[in-house]
């Protein structure tokens, strides 16, 4: 299943693009997701097989109004195959696409106290100076981690909390 909402989503993509309309259709669909994710009453009307194909094809320009025309062929497709519950899988896949297009790396600092700003900052800069791209920054704050913080760049997490350090030096003193 995941393979199909790859493939929905490149197409999209490679529409969006070619028409110079990627960051509106990005937000389309991640309002449209985030709807559907939200509203019980969407997510029964639209998953449910009670309702028929026509019935949620009908409804799509009144619920959608001033939708995309690639977001409004896409949502007719998806309600047409029955495919409108790929709508979360399909846009992450999406936002991965547009991530790598406008060379935007995700970095989610999480500390045991919050940072300030200009702390947080000059360890993005760093990243981004380091990687060639540009840095979509988060903050959390995780009293749990006692002191210290942890980094997820992408996919890697670089861990230099307390919390990690003392159950490293418990694992140790465990096993010896």
């Given at each position: 299943?995941?393979?199909?909402?790859?493939?929905?989503?490149?197409?999209?993509?490679?529409?969006?693009?070619?028409?110079?309309?990627?960051?509106?259709?990005?937000?389309?669909?991640?309002?449209?997701?985030?709807a559907?994710?939200?509203?019980?009453?969407?997510?029964?009307?639209?998953?449910?097989?009670?309702?028929?194909?026509?019935?949620?094809r009908?409804?799509?320009?009144?619920?959608?109004?001033?939708?995309?025309?690639?977001?409004?062929?896409?949502?007719?497709?998806?309600?047409?195959?029955?495919?409108?519950?790929?709508?979360?899988?399909?846009?992450?896949?999406?936002d991965?696409?547009?991530?790598?297009?406008?060379?935007?790396?995700?970095?989610?600092?999480?500390?045991?106290?919050?940072?300030?700003?200009?702390?947080?900052?000059r360890?993005?800069?760093?990243?981004?100076?380091?990687?060639?791209?540009?840095?979509?920054?988060?903050?959390?704050?995780?009293?749990?981690?006692?002191?210290?913080?942890?980094?997820?760049?992408?996919?890697?997490?670089?861990?230099?909390?307390?919390?990690?350090?003392?159950?490293?030096?418990?694992?140790?003193?465990?096993?010896?």
């Open positions: 299943m995941d393979d199909l909402a790859h493939v929905y989503a490149r197409s999209l993509f490679a529409v969006a693009q070619e028409q110079g309309k990627l960051d509106a259709v990005a937000e389309q669909l991640t309002q449209i997701d985030e559907l994710a939200t509203s019980d009453d969407l997510r029964l009307f639209f998953f449910s097989p009670y309702f028929s194909s026509t019935e949620k009908d409804a799509l320009p009144r619920l959608f109004v001033d939708a995309d025309p690639a977001i409004a062929n896409l949502l007719d497709l998806l309600v047409e195959n029955q495919r409108l519950p790929i709508v979360p899988r399909l846009r992450r896949a999406f991965e696409l547009f991530r790598e297009e406008r060379k935007l790396l995700p970095v989610s600092i999480t500390s045991a106290v919050a940072l300030d700003e200009q702390a947080a900052q360890i993005a800069d760093e990243i981004g100076r380091r990687t060639g791209r540009t840095i979509e920054l988060t903050q959390q704050v995780d009293s749990e981690l006692i002191g210290g913080l942890t980094l997820r760049v992408g996919n890697q997490i670089l861990d230099a909390s307390i919390r990690n350090r003392l159950e490293s030096l418990r694992r140790t003193v465990a096993a010896g």
